[in-house]
């Protein structure tokens, strides 16, 4: 049984085996684009919402690449950002694929005279920040400003053509090594990095490493590196998303995937099917359906939530955490599990409300309407609504009877209108179908485990009870 993230597996041969969410045409359809480039080399921004799938996604075009023969690199920025300046990170991954290959040795060396220059004037500045005095001005006095002046102009003639050999050499290396294609270098969670390291990056990559056959692909959240470079000029009235412009050649916005067919691997990924199939459910004729119900309401949730997936894979997970408080034969409602579940990953608070007693039930079902996804009760799907429906109509019950049976409210109870008729309940909503959720509540009121099931539901849910664990991954 798995209860941890799943991490998504990139094989040799076969790199999109788990592409779950089909997006090998994207990777190839890229690397077409990425090739009409080479001539002039490019750098790609592959943007993505954080949780969106944009790390698997480049790891296995990366090893897509490899498999073709391409030289590709995949760099985790994130990992480096200790470095005083990406130079020295960025040529250290170039080496490693370049290694044995003994003419890369010359672009090192070429190379090299940029880093040393970068160290000297990183140097400067700490001094510079220490003392508040310029290093400079230590060195030489005021009186030799102006031989100074023409100092730092031969200093700069010399780093241009420093600058333009290192790029000759590694343009000319490139061609000469790379069997006729370009270099792929993926430099991925850059939006995570310390904002100076962020932005230095960038510079380096657009300013040292532009060359012929080297193509760049970020795998970034352009809405949140935007704030690095804010954070790195110290202004927030700075258009970050601009400034971003100038280094990005191709802007690629990742497609929003499939979350209905993504909950459906989830499910079968944390072997949800092992519980609910299990033969003393199958025996049980009020337990056989509790596993579609609850694909049903995990699907219907998760996609209207319109969230990440890093955030449908932690609530998938901590519900087969939880689920295994749970002896297989054991009576429960498997879609307000899910729904509780829920709504202890994402609201908390919202949660802690339900199981401390906060609210009378109409206040409970008025929170319920404020916390559950809109796009919910503007679906036409007429099943969802139906489902959601009899989830919420178990929680008002349970909800009612939470304290060993004794109604907290003895006049929420349903009256006969007549013999054809769903009972009426004394309750008012905003969204939804009151004829819909008299029927769920009737219907949920004749359960007799609904009269005591809500708080060993949220005893198995704050992993109170103990896991019924045949083994963890």
């Avoid at 100074?148 to 061609?175: G, P």
């Avoid at 579940?341 to 608070?349: E, L, M, S, T, W």
Wanted: charged letters at 25%; glycine letters at 6%.
């Amino acid at each position: 049984m798995k209860c941890k993230d799943i991490e998504i597996s990139v094989v040799s041969g076969n790199p999109f085996a788990e592409d779950k969410l089909n997006r090998q045409p994207l990777a190839q359809n890229l690397t077409d684009i990425a090739n009409m480039y080479a001539d002039t080399g490019a750098v790609i921004a592959l943007d993505g919402e954080w949780g969106s799938g944009k790390t698997t996604f480049v790891r296995m075009w990366h090893q897509m690449l490899l498999d073709r023969t391409y030289k590709s690199i995949y760099f985790n920025a994130w990992n480096t950002d200790f470095q005083d300046d990406p130079f020295i990170a960025i040529m250290s991954e170039l080496d490693e694929v370049f290694q044995k290959s003994k003419t890369f040795s010359k672009v090192v060396k070429s190379g090299a005279k940029i880093g040393l220059k970068v160290a000297g004037e990183v140097a400067k500045g700490i001094l510079h920040k220490a003392t508040g005095v310029d290093a400079a001005l230590i060195k030489a006095g005021v009186d030799e400003l102006v031989d100074q002046c023409y100092q730092q102009m031969s200093e700069y003639q010399s780093k241009k053509d420093s600058l333009e050999s290192f790029r000759n050499q590694l343009s000319e290396f490139v061609a000469s090594e790379a069997n006729g294609k370009p270099v792929f270098f993926f430099i991925d969670e850059l939006d995570r990095c310390n904002p100076h390291y962020a932005v230095k990056l960038l510079e380096r990559v657009k300013h040292l490493f532009e060359v012929p056959n080297i193509i760049f692909v970020l795998a970034v959240n352009i809405s949140q590196l935007q704030y690095a470079v804010q954070g790195f000029y110290g202004s927030s009235n700075i258009d970050g998303k601009e400034y971003l412009r100038r280094f990005i050649d191709i802007e690629y916005t990742l497609p929003a995937p499939n979350m209905e067919e993504y909950c459906k691997f989830l499910f079968d990924a944390y072997d949800f099917g092992t519980f609910f199939n299990h033969e003393s459910r199958m025996r049980n004729r009020d337990l056989q359906s509790e596993g579609q119900v609850f694909n049903y309401i995990s699907s219907d949730i998760t996609v209207a939530s319109n969230i990440s997936l890093r955030a449908a894979n932690k609530i998938f997970a901590y519900t087969r955490l939880a689920l295994s408080g749970y002896n297989p034969a054991q009576h429960f409602s498997a879609d307000l599990f899910f729904l509780l579940c829920y709504f202890k990953v994402i609201n908390r608070p919202f949660y802690n409300q339900i199981k401390i007693g906060e609210f009378s039930i109409q206040g409970l079902l008025d929170a319920i309407e404020k916390n559950l996804p809109e796009p919910i009760f503007h679906s036409d799907d007429n099943f969802i609504m139906h489902h959601i429906s009899y989830a919420v109509a178990t929680l008002l019950i349970q909800y009612n009877y939470q304290q060993r049976g004794i109604p907290r409210e003895p006049d929420f109870k349903g009256k006969q209108v007549d013999s054809e008729s769903d009972m009426v309940f004394p309750i008012k909503s905003k969204k939804f179908d009151l004829a819909k959720l008299n029927e769920a509540l009737t219907y949920e009121s004749q359960k007799r485990y609904n009269f005591y099931g809500l708080q060993s539901a949220l005893n198995k849910i704050d992993l109170v009870d103990s896991l019924k664990l045949t083994g963890v991954n």
